[in-house]
């Protein structure tokens, strides 16, 4: 059975909200023969992530950037899990296939644009694809954010399935 790894830091309201519908559309009836494995960012380990055949991320946008939760994740699980960085520091990705697909969601106030580019340039590090749009959302979750939400937990697990 596949394993689907879903990784959040939902410390508010809004994000749990939109945890909540990412979950739902993971667990779709439609989707079958995946497991769904949810771990809070501060409680992620490498042993989840090496077991897991893809993943979902969420955090909020604090100050331009990922949570500290989810950075923390990163910090623990990058080497263990195939990170690779350049001899400039930079992401050296991974080439070829064997890479597992991966979504973001990332709720901010005013601007999310840091907190995306800051886990897309720790993923490009790690040999994950990105398998669906980003879902960026400011400010108060709306019908449209919990299905768009819904939608991307769905595409996850079906792409595993």
Known sequence: MARLLVVHHSPAPMMATLTAAVLAGAHDDEV?????????ALEASAEDV???DGYLLGTTANFGYMSGALK???DTIFLE?????SDDGSAAGTAGGGRKPYGLWVHGRYDVT???RSVQSIVGALPWVQAADVLEVLGDVGERDREAAYGLGGTLAALLS
């Open 50 to 52: 090496l077991a897991a």
């Open 32 to 40: 079958e023969g995946v497991e769904v494995v949810v771990r809070e």
């Open 81 to 85: 899990a195939g990170g690779a960085l």
């Open 72 to 74: 923390h994740f990163f």
């Open 114 to 116: 840091g907190a995306v």
